[in-house]
């Protein structure tokens, strides 16, 4: 498994590695050996020969491999691994021992040592989702390390290296214990119905578990929660439970209904007394602009891109005005909740796209609460890029 190559880092990108970058650029090497395959072991070097990186080959958008260690003599094999990851669950020790917790996750990429990985946790299960044929190659060494060092009772797997790093279908089940779908799990109390071995997405966005929080604990009492782009209305959870009149839940695609209502049986909420539907987010606002609607809390969380019938969505580009539309219909000193996952652009961008969709509707407005990725979440700050989450709850004035 350990067969090594060496690679010479162009001069444009061996300060950059040097500095701590952890991705090999697909143009950081002036040609890559013909033939090289996934899961290669990479010594880099600079162009003056100096040791720079040891790493694995596998492609992964427009990565080229990940870097493992600043250390030549390292040898990736599942000790290493088991190393990784043992930190890694030190490290979530506070979460282990939440009681109202137990979906989250345990080992984050790069930010935890190892790019193109990550593992979540789920009431005893594993996700180990792989992001390039080149890190599944080591699955063998890493499936035995997670199980020397976790207590785990049963491990699913998602491979995303099919085209375009999407979801290849596959049974999902790797080894242990299997799990009865759905499994019912907490997050500071709220549960989840989540299911492993049904698609790419398991039911739950585990990043977003601050701003579930802040919802239910901090914002939801007594008000009309518009939550747009719901998937399976884990905000609409979050907002009945801390107390919203009412909660309207709006996404296209079909299962999200019954997804939803699954969710809100789960935690003991009627789900008949809230709105739960299955449209075009751009169609519903324009419906309830015409409609005078007005809520005192929007959720925005647009995927990056999307594309529907009539609107193709690119947040960073349309998300100005997306904000513009939910401004319209939130209520004087309503909150909206606007949140965007796309890692092409920063929290000051960010910022500035609240600022242009206000400038043009022509409100004040307060940014009351920030957040970004969950500590569960590890980033790198050599690594801008995997800190993608960007969250800011605003309160329109009057
Ligand atoms: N806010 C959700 C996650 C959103 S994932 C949560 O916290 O769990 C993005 C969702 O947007 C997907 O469920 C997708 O079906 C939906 N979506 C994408 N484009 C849409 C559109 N134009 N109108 C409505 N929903 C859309």
Redesign the pocket.
């Known amino acids: 498994m350990n067969r090594a190559i060496k690679l010479k880092v162009k001069s444009s990108h061996s300060k950059k590695i040097q500095a701590g970058f952890p991705l090999l650029n697909e143009n950081a090497i002036e040609q890559f050996p013909i033939g090289i395959t996934e899961g290669t072991i990479i010594n880099l070097f600079d162009e003056k020969n100096r040791f720079l990186g040891k790493g694995y080959y596998g492609k992964q958008n427009k990565g080229r491999g990940w870097v493992l260690s600043r250390n030549q003599q390292e040898v990736i094999n599942q000790s290493f691994f088991e190393k990784k990851i043992r930190m890694a669950i030190d490290n979530r020790k506070f979460l282990f021992k939440d009681e109202d917790t137990n979906a989250f996750r345990i080992f984050n990429g790069e930010g935890d040592g190892i790019g193109g990985l990550t593992i979540d946790y789920f009431a005893g299960y594993y996700l180990v989702t792989w992001y390039s044929e080149g890190i599944y190659h080591f699955k063998d060494a890493i499936i035995q390390a997670l199980i020397n060092v976790a207590n785990v009772k049963g491990i699913y797997e998602k491979k995303r290296f099919a085209v375009k790093g999407t979801y290849m279908d596959d049974d999902d089940f790797v080894t242990g214990e299997r799990a009865t779908f759905p499994l019912i799990v907490k997050e500071n109390g709220i549960h989840f119905a989540v299911y492993l071995n049904d698609g790419a ?1 398991v ?3 585990l990043d ?1 578990r601050n ?2 929080k802040a919802i239910r604990d901090k914002y939801a009492k007594g008000k009309n929660v518009l ?9 609409s959870v979050a907002a009945a439970l801390g107390g919203a009149s009412k909660t309207t839940s ?4 079909n299962r ?1 209904k019954s997804k939803t209502i699954e969710q809100f049986n789960v935690n003991g909420i009627d789900y008949e007394a809230q709105d739960i539907l299955v ?6 606002f324009k419906y309830a602009v015409r409609k005078h609607l007005l809520f005192d809390m929007v ?1 925005l ?3 990056s891109f ?3 019938k009539k ?1 193709t ?1 690119s947040a960073g580009k349309d998300y100005p005005a997306l904000l513009e539309q939910a401004i319209q219909i939130t209520a004087d000193n309503g909150i909206i909740v606007a ?1 965007t996952n796309c890692s092409t652009f920063n929290m000051q961008k960010f910022k500035d796209f609240i600022e242009k969709a206000f400038s043009v509707t022509g409100g004040k407005y307060k940014i009351l609460e920030e957040y970004s990725l969950p500590e569960d979440f590890k980033v790198m700050k050599e690594f801008n890029e995997g800190n993608y989450l960007k969250v800011a709850i605003i309160q329109k004035l009057s």
């Open positions: 997405m039911g739950i966005f977003q701003v579930r939550n747009t782009f719901s998937y399976t209305g884990a905000f709006v996404d296209l695609a999200s449209e075009d987010v751009f169609n519903y959720v969380d647009p995927p999307s594309r529907s609107h969505f949140s």
